[in-house]
């Protein structure tokens, strides 16, 4: 009898125990969900988005003074399927050597900047979604030079931002090809192109795509080249501060909406909100099915107040960066779902995880 007693008393003290560890851990849980970054920008009714506002194409101040810009809608999506309004963002802008600080102390909820993902990156500065911008490092000299190969560049005086990869790649580059480039830095990239419009030295080096917008903003564009070949691989995407899965996910599976949109044909003036009867469309739409938007603290219909609010991939690629030269067909750009055939990846290489 008495040990009865003390095998009854011990089930208690342990269903006690386990009743308080699990609501130990709804505390935690509950806590921890009204501190996360989601709950954050809903409290403020705003996301905090660092930014470049001297980049054409991707990150500028437009004539009427708004930023503007690839990456600049990438980040007025997430404001869309977070808060349900695309406006709703603050644009700081921030140079290079500035990003890394600043996504560290997590002073922003997001970045968008023309920043390349890389290994040290990704595990020191914060959490980088898919790749949404494919680039590779290049140069630009006056075509007064009668230089036509990256060879031709030995002994020249290069101009390049400084804290970036770019800086990093030439100093590679320079080191493996013998050609004893002096490398010229400044710290943002108003005063590096300053710079080589001057004269002060014989070439212009940063991503492709930034020498294309460089050098459409010159007086005279026709006077500079940017020569063949790259020297790096530079793919670019938004990046958010580590030690908020859940966040990450929201930005991932916005980028994945943007990039889905496209591919299954649906814009910002034919967005669905009745069942079409095509099971991919209707369930990124919301109209039946679902890929997980209530785990991450989406509304179901989240995929219509973003494509609305501003439009699929292909739009937002059209809207800044098509009119730059900077073609999509038959390069790295394309949506991989616009390969040739339905088994082997021919097509471009934006691709985002499947939406189910």
Request: hydrophobic content about 35%; charged content about 20%.
């Amino acid at each position: 009898m008495f040990q009865k007693k003390i095998y009854i008393i011990g089930a208690a003290i342990i269903l006690a125990l386990l009743t308080m560890t699990a609501c130990a851990r709804e505390q935690q849980e509950e806590a921890a969900q009204e501190d996360s970054r989601l709950q954050r920008v809903k409290d403020r009714d705003g996301l905090i988005c660092a930014s470049n506002k001297s980049v054409a194409g991707f990150g500028f101040l437009d004539s009427n003074g708004d930023t503007v810009g690839f990456d600049i809608d990438l980040c007025r999506a997430v404001a869309a399927a977070v808060l349900g309004n695309p406006d709703s963002v603050e644009f700081r802008a921030t140079i290079a050597a500035e990003r890394g600080p600043v996504i560290q102390a997590g002073e922003v909820d997001i970045m968008s900047r023309n920043t390349t993902w890389t290994s040290s990156r990704d595990a020191q500065w914060g959490n980088f979604s898919q790749t949404m911008f494919y680039d590779g490092q290049g140069f630009m000299v006056p075509k007064t030079l009668e230089i036509s190969s990256l060879p031709e560049l030995k002994d020249s005086r290069v101009c390049v931002q400084q804290g970036t990869t770019t800086e990093l790649n030439l100093q590679d580059f320079s080191t493996q090809n013998n050609l004893d480039i002096e490398v010229v830095t400044f710290e943002d990239n108003i005063g590096t192109n300053q710079a080589y419009l001057s004269q002060q030295c014989d070439a212009l080096t940063t991503d492709r795509s930034g020498l294309v917008s460089v050098r459409a903003g010159f007086d005279n564009p026709d006077d500079h080249v940017i020569l063949p070949g790259t020297i790096s691989e530079e793919p670019l995407g938004p990046v958010v501060p580590h030690g908020d899965e859940q966040w990450y996910d929201v930005v991932k599976t916005v980028m994945g909406i943007l990039i889905y949109a496209e591919a299954y044909g649906i814009t910002s003036d034919n967005v669905p909100t009745q069942v079409t009867g095509n099971t991919k469309v209707d369930r990124l739409f919301g109209l039946a099915g679902s890929f997980g938007q209530d785990s991450m603290g989406l509304s179901d219909t989240v995929a219509q107040d973003v494509i609305r609010a501003v439009g699929n991939y292909g739009q937002i690629y059209d809207r800044h960066l098509t009119s730059l030269g900077l073609v999509r067909e038959g390069g790295r750009n394309a949506l991989w779902a616009s390969a040739p055939c339905t088994d082997c990846p021919k097509g471009g290489q934006i691709y985002a995880a499947p939406l189910r």
